[in-house]
Every structure is written in C-alpha cells, then in structure tokens.
C-alpha cells in the first residue's frame, strides 16, 4: 500500500474547542491534505453555521465529525497519540518537531489509528489529557508570539504528515502497539492495585500514577506485554484476596 494511504488512519482530535469556526477551518486544512477522520471532544458549540462556513468545500469532513463526551472515547481504536502543547515547562517529555511526529504517526498508521490531539484554544492540553498521550509534539513557532490559530496548527501538521508521506517509504514496524483503551484499562487496573496493597495513596493518586503513565509511555507497550502486567496484577490480587472489575 503506498505510505499516502496511510493518511486514512491518521485522526485529528480536537479538545473543548470553543469557537466553531476553528473546527471549520481545522475540517477545511485536513480535507486539502488527505485527512479525513475529524474527533471533537465537547465542543462549546456544534453543529454550527460558522463552522459550515469555514469549511468551505470540506463540508464533507465536518458532517461526518465524531463528537466524543472524553478524550479516552475519542481515541478509542488508535495505538498512538501525539499530543500537541506550546508549553515546555514542566513537561518531562521530549517535545517531536512536527516532522519528526509526522514519521512516527504514519510508521504506526500501518497498524492501526494514530491521533494528533489539540487542545482548547486559550488553554490547550489539561495535564489529564496530556497523560492521555504517548508521545508529544510542538510548532516551533515565534517565541515572542507563539499564539497561533487552532486551524492554522491543524493545516502545519496536516501539511507536515502530507508532505512526509510523499516523500517516504516506510517499513512495517516491529512493534504490535497495544490500543490505547487496552492500555488505560491497563492503568485503571494498576491504581486500583496498587491502592489494595497499600502502595498508593488513594488522597493523592495524581503524584505518583502521572510518574507511572510517564515511565510507560516511554517504552510503548505491546498486547503481550499489557497482557503480562495484567496478569501480574491479578496475582498480586489473588495473594491480596483482592478483586478488581
């Protein structure tokens, strides 16, 4: 299949967008590039006339847009997700340049859906929606005046994923991602465990499990694996006489 292909299982999710003619104009920059898979995560409003307007001849991406409750719906059935953050500090993640995110996305996009994740426009990404995310990605833009429009950072990536794949092959990666809802089942069944045997504070959860989808993230896990670690965790229970759903 040639690498553009690939571009169907790319997925653009926007966060809490707050004006609809961004999640116009975010609809129209995808559609002149090849995307198609349009996720908004509670939109302030939509369906909207202004949204319609600013997207132009990509009606079509706009009327077939997934409107998801949480950000863990919509990136339910990819195996990767990029989020985007002009913030560096206090991130302890290495930010990707556009094209780098773009060669990971469209290398993974052969097994499965990778999502570019926004954020709200005045606020961007929330710390839970960045832990939501595998790897990172930032606009190297003006730093003197790095705003820059939500559909405007759409139609960069956008570009950037285009771009890249023209104009490169790539080879079937090794990895077997695990989906992102098997990997925060995954979590979900770690804090619980981990608060029966009295590892975790459950008063003050957020210091410690961001550390552990951190340490995670970093090595990507595959099917096996979460299959190990779920099993190791129920053998924890089993000695505990715990039981997790």
Do not use: W
Request: one cysteine or more; charged letters at 20%; proline letters at 5%.
């Amino acid at each position: 299949m040639p690498t553009q292909n690939f571009l169907s299982n790319i997925r653009i999710v926007l966060c809490r967008p707050s004006h609809p003619g961004n999640i116009g104009a975010a609809a129209r920059a995808m559609k002149t590039m090849g995307l198609s898979q349009l996720f908004l995560v509670s939109p302030k409003k939509f369906p909207h006339a202004d949204a319609e307007a600013m997207a132009s001849g990509a009606a079509d991406v706009l009327a077939g847009a997934s409107v998801c409750g949480s950000l863990e719906e919509a990136l339910f059935g990819c195996v990767l997700a990029i989020g985007t953050s002009t913030r560096q500090r206090d991130l302890q993640t290495a930010l990707l340049t556009p094209a780098e995110a773009a060669r990971q996305a469209l290398s993974e996009a052969q097994g499965g859906n990778v999502a570019f994740v926004f954020g709200n426009e005045t606020f961007g990404l929330s710390k839970e929606e960045l832990a939501c995310c595998q790897a990172l990605m930032t606009i190297p833009a003006n730093p003197e005046y790095g705003s820059l429009n939500l559909g405007a950072a759409v139609q960069v990536m956008a570009y950037e994923l285009r771009r890249t794949a023209l104009a490169e092959s790539f080879a079937q990666p090794e990895l077997d991602a695990a989906d992102l809802a098997d990997v925060e089942r995954f979590y979900a069944h770690l804090e619980q465990t981990l608060i029966e045997i009295g590892f975790l504070n459950p008063a003050s959860p957020k210091r410690l499990m961001p550390k552990l989808r951190r340490l995670f993230s970093r090595t990507r896990l595959q099917k096996e694996e979460i299959n190990i670690l779920r099993g190791m965790l129920s053998a924890m229970e089993s000695c505990k006489n715990i039981r997790v759903k």
